[in-house]
């Protein structure tokens, strides 16, 4: 079995053509290191926020594992997930 080693990913995306977007770093981002795979499904209550504003995408994961808390991601989805503050 082939096990990610992030909860997420986020895919860059065209709306008009659903094609990876041309102007991003990277098609897909992987966010959030860790795993859900080994948590039962009830002890999960995931709330994610998305804001792209200009070149810039701000992910807030927040009550992610009962006690677990809030996360807040920001990239530059242009340049790449190098370009990006957590």
Known sequence: ???????????????STN??????A???FFCLPGSYQDIPLLD???AVTIQVIDNLVAVL???LILDLGARLEIWNWKLGPKHSVS
């Open 1 to 15: 079995m082939n096990r990610s080693k992030n909860i997420y990913e986020l895919h860059f995306r065209t709306l």
């Open 19 to 24: 094609e990876p977007h041309p102007q991003a």
């Open 26 to 28: 990277y098609s897909r």
């Open 44 to 46: 999960l209550s995931p």
């Open 61 to 63: 994961f927040k009550d």
